[in-house]
């Protein structure tokens, strides 16, 4: 018989129980029961981010680097609208979260009572659902369901809205001893049917590639993944978020496609007869023009989730299942292929379009992020905002491993990099954490610089500066004839601020300190602020305009040609 | 190029709970599909609920919705058609000005459509008209020569024919 106790207490129990160890929050006045309970628990860690959207991106990076739920805490109203970006980039990207936030009594829902939001109506669009909880005795099954929907399936974010009574309420109901949710399948079985089509349409193909997304990730599969291109001889190309599914320096990866994407991958993708795409959702950034996508391909689309089937591009073959029991089926019945001529037409694009590290004679981003590459031995977790920062980072770092790469893909949120690798950070003691940010992210969640000298983390900051909001000066200077709008980024003196808020702080704007800049950062213990003052207006090639096809790649300058038709 | 646009009829079986017709409302306005009608009530079962939306858009876009619908945690199944698959009926309730001698006329109209009187008062009828949505705009047009006060429309309930 489970003893009667109260509904913030209740809270606590669910979190232990799921093994939660840490969760990222900010009180205020309707979780102050559970901001009181909480102190008596001292196995789970809270963080007291300074801004409630930092909560959910540290949540969210803490997921991202572990693969476990991410947990974050905020208050009613403001509290909770301040989570709303953080949830919706979470869905996006499918990342597990629970985000738990206080409401108003229950008797004072309706009222406009003071802090009172509805954020159950707010976040329906942006999470994979929630829960508005008013008893003590619904919080076991709420609580446990929740954690489930949010690390089942198609990962997502999953909100939990209590009432202040329902935290002070007592009640004796035990935990589910398992969640059953009628239409709800935790675990899609594999089809078949469409596994054999999908055999008999690699066993045909003479071009094949497969194009590996986060569903990899998510699904833990990235060892079936690699066996399979092992064993079918494929070429394997990432979408942005499958970055490190596939180990970059494996001699079968081609790296990231699509818009910023390497022009052998992309151009690879564009030549090929079949496409295996695994876990991915074909984006508009991947995919460019949908209707000039893989002309010549037969697509067989692995998912769990059905409704991504020819949702953007037509699944010739769409096959049903949870990941890794579909990628452990096709392995074990696909054939054995090897593809040499297909491979020496994709090693001449590659030779003939590399990924461009442009002369040392001044300090580029691509400089910056290619020594840390270097420096950490494609070995550090590493987290991005969204920008020209972000595509350098995705072409330049080697990454080698899944749960090492966190990135705002579907959302692209400014601001998420760093609190992003403060999660990460808190998840991984003892493995390096760096977040790669651009002037203009970084502005939007600084404050959480004094979140990681409180628990003197150990989260780098590779803040690369280039005066400009830097991808939207690139796309104003290619399409906008050179009208600069509001794009021009003021930074505060970002050596005071460091000192302000008692960070190690170290500027670089030369090739010849860059390496012993990234060394010093490394060594020294705690949060360190490296600001990279770099050319102001370098451009990210490869590049596929918005609205064209795959087939209309602008080549790195530095790559001779200038555009190289497929 | 314009999508074509076709009328759909879309039923689900949901888990009964707040929030659910918000979410199914969601994704469909999210997704820019006209909603003709909306009928929810409880089903057989306690705790489920059987709804059923009247929608008109491009078929690949009502294709997309009911997946999305389809993948709500609240929905246990989504289905659609074009017509003809389900049983499909529309209640309306209609009030007529006319004095109720004047309408001796429509009685062999209400023998064919499952019309009947709903309420009288000296100075109007209220009619009951339960029909297949096909018939009831058809059957509203008859009535106006009758002079229309008010009229309440249920919107569509069906049932698909397979059991599901």
Redesign the interface.
């Known amino acids: 018989m489970t003893t009667k106790r109260t509904g913030a207490k209740i809270v606590m129990e669910a979190l232990v129980r799921q093994g939660v160890n840490t969760i990222f929050g900010y009180p205020g006045g309707v979780v102050l029961p559970l901001y009181d309970e909480m102190l008596n628990w001292p196995q789970v860690k809270h963080v007291l981010v300074r801004h409630e959207q930092c909560a959910a991106h540290a949540a969210d990076g803490y997921a991202r680097s572990t693969g476990k739920v991410g947990v974050c805490l905020a208050t009613s109203g403001p509290g909770a609208t301040n989570l709303v970006t953080g949830i919706a980039n979470a869905l996006l990207d499918s990342v597990p979260m629970v985000a738990i936030t206080g409401n108003v009594n229950s008797w004072a829902l309706g009222t406009d009572a003071f802090q009172e939001t509805d954020v ?2 707010i976040t ?2 942006i999470t ?3 829960y ?1 909880v008013t008893e003590a005795d619904d919080l076991p099954g709420v609580l446990e369901e929740a954690f489930f ?1 949010a690390s089942t399936g ?1 990962k997502g974010p999953v909100l939990v809205d209590i009432t202040k009574d329902a935290f002070l309420k007592t009640s004796d109901i035990p935990f589910p001893e398992r969640v059953e ?4 399948t935790a675990q899609v079985p594999v089809d078949l049917l469409a596994l054999g089509e999908a055999e008999q349409a690699l066993a045909a193909a003479e071009r094949p590639v497969v194009i590996a997304g986060a569903g990899v990730l998510w699904s833990n599969s990235s060892q079936e993944l690699i066996a399979l291109a092992d064993k079918c001889d494929l070429p394997v190309i990432n979408s942005l978020l499958g970055l490190g599914v596939f180990p970059r320096n494996d001699p079968r990866s081609l790296g990231m496609m699509g818009m910023h994407g390497e022009q052998a991958a992309t151009t690879a993708v564009q030549n090929a007869d079949l496409v295996l795409a695994i876990g991915i959702r074909f984006d508009d950034r991947l995919t460019g023009k949908t209707s000039g996508f893989a002309p010549n391909a037969t697509v067989v689309h692995f998912d769990t ?3 991504e ?1 020819s ?1 953007c591009i037509a699944a010739h073959i769409p096959v049903r299942g949870d990941l890794a029991q579909s990628l452990g089926a096709f392995l074990k019945r696909a054939p054995q292929k090897s593809h040499g001529s297909w491979w020496s037409q994709i090693r001449q694009w590659q030779a003939e379009f590399p990924i461009v590290v442009p002369p040392k004679d001044r300090l580029l981003a691509r400089h910056v992020i290619a020594e840390l590459d270097r420096a950490t031995q494609s070995e550090a977790i590493i987290s991005t905002d969204v920008g020209q920062h972000q595509m350098w980072t995705a072409q330049l770092y080697q990454f080698k491993r899944p749960y090492q790469w966190l990135s705002s893909g579907g959302l692209g949120t400014m601001g998420f990099g760093f609190p992003a690798a403060i999660g990460a950070a808190f998840a991984n003691p003892g493995k390096e954490v760096w977040a790669v940010v651009g002037d203009g992210g970084f502005q939007m969640t600084m404050q959480e610089l004094i979140t990681a000298v409180e628990h003197n983390l150990d989260v780098k900051i590779c803040l690369v500066n280039n005066g400009y909001l830097g991808m939207v000066r690139q796309w104003q200077e290619m399409f906008y004839d050179n009208r600069y709008s509001h794009v021009v980024m003021g930074s505060p003196d970002y050596g005071k601020l460091a000192e302000a808020y008692g960070v190690h702080y170290i500027q670089c704007s030369t090739n010849d300190a860059l390496a012993d800049t990234i060394e010093a950062a490394r060594r020294a213990p705690g949060p360190v602020l490296c600001e990279f003052i770099v050319e102001m207006e370098e451009n990210v090639f490869p590049m596929v305009a918005a609205g064209a096809t795959n087939d209309h790649i602008l080549a790195d300058p530095l790559n001779r040609k200038s555009e190289v038709p497929a | 190029m314009n999508p074509e646009v076709h009328h759909y009829t879309l039923v689900a ?1 949901v ?1 009964d709970e ?2 659910t017709l ?2 199914m409302l ?1 994704v469909l306005r ?1 997704n820019r599909v006209t909603l003709d009608s909306f009928s929810a009530a409880s089903a057989e079962e306690p705790g489920y609920a059987r709804l059923t939306a009247s929608i008109r858009g491009d078929e690949a876009i009502i294709t ?1 919705c009911v ?2 619908i ?8 989504c289905t659609f058609s074009g017509g003809g698959k389900n049983v499909a009926r529309e209640l309306a309730l209609v009030e007529l000005k006319q004095s109720p001698s004047d309408l001796f006329p429509i009685f062999p109209i209400s023998e064919i459509h499952h019309v009947r009187v709903a309420q009288e008062t000296t100075e109007s009828i209220t009619l009951e008209i339960a029909a297949h949505p096909y018939h009831m705009d058809e059957l509203l047009s008859k009535l106006e020569g009758y002079g229309i006060r008010r009229v309440a429309r249920t919107g569509v309930i069906a049932l698909p024919l397979e059991n599901a």
């Open positions: 159950q109506g329906i669009p994979k659902h929630n508005v929907l198609r949710r009628r239409g709800y989730d059905a409704s089937f949702k | 079986y888990h707040d929030g918000n979410r969601s999210r997309r997946r999305q389809e993948k709500l945690v609240c929905v246990v199944w």
